[in-house]
């Protein structure tokens, strides 16, 4: 199985400040016929459902945004939010979706104002 | 606009089973992929397994082979996940995804509690 691990657990940032989440699998998640990384992000507020961000690692979904960027390849990815606002307090997950038999998440960033 | 509907909170004793809908609209049905996901009370997300409504094929994650059975049906737009054998640990909130690229839209969520 693909594990996925994040950093840190938790982050508090200044409003207008830039907030950074590090994800990492324990297997490249970057499938060589089409060079795509096999990775997305989720934000969830409090009682709703996940809200699909990226995916492809750094292809946002539309409606999304610019504020939110992600970035990596292989094993290690970000997401950066360049200037947090008071609406992107939120637990963020990673996924991989490179396994079919197992589409794991991340354990979640809380994401905090400072 | 793409909706997913799912069947209001459960509440079950440990042994029983639970069966959780999940009506799709605004796309067509048989075109994506359903996946299901779980989450209890402050911990992350916990991804069951999937359903092709074309093919009814399914794949589950190896934790629930054996407790779960995804199925559907095609005339009302509806996915249906099964668990069985429940057990104090299974109480969470159980998502459905329509799978794009991924897990693109999602359903509100479906409290089953098991409590004796």
């Known amino acids: 199985d693909i594990v996925m691990t994040q950093s840190p657990d938790s982050l508090a940032v200044s409003l207008g400040e830039r907030a950074t989440i590090n994800c990492k699998s324990s297997?490249?998640?970057?499938?060589?016929?089409?060079?795509?990384?096999?990775l997305a992000w989720y934000q969830q507020k409090p009682g709703q459902p996940p809200k699909l961000l990226i995916y492809?690692?750094?292809t946002r979904e539309s409606g999304v945004p610019d504020r939110f960027s992600g970035s990596g390849s292989g094993t290690d990815f970000t997401l950066t939010i360049s200037s947090l606002q008071a609406e992107d307090v939120a637990v963020y997950y990673c996924?991989?979706?490179?396994?079919?038999?197992?589409?794991?998440f991340g354990p979640g960033t809380k994401v905090d104002i400072k | 606009q793409v909706q997913l509907v799912q069947s209001g909170a459960e509440v079950k004793k440990p042994g029983a089973s639970v069966k959780v809908s999940c009506k799709a609209s605004?796309?067509?049905?048989?075109?994506?992929?359903i996946n299901w996901v779980r989450q209890a009370t402050g911990q992350g997300l916990e991804w069951m397994g999937w359903?092709?409504?074309?093919?009814?094929?399914?794949g589950y994650a190896q934790k629930f082979q054996g407790r779960v059975t995804m199925t559907r049906n095609t005339s009302i737009s509806t996915a249906y996940m099964e668990l069985s054998s429940l057990r104090s640990e299974d109480t969470a909130v159980y998502y459905c995804?329509?799978?794009?690229?991924?897990?693109?839209?999602w359903g509100q969520g479906t409290l089953v509690t098991v409590s004796s």
């Open positions: 995804a329509r799978q794009a690229v991924t897990a693109d839209y």
């Open positions: 605004g796309y067509t049905f048989t075109s994506y992929d």
């Open positions: 359903m092709n409504p074309n093919s009814g094929n399914t």
């Open positions: 297997q490249s998640v970057l499938y060589s016929s089409n060079n795509k990384n096999y």
């Open positions: 492809w690692a750094s």
């Open positions: 996924q991989q979706y490179y396994s079919t038999l197992l589409f794991t």
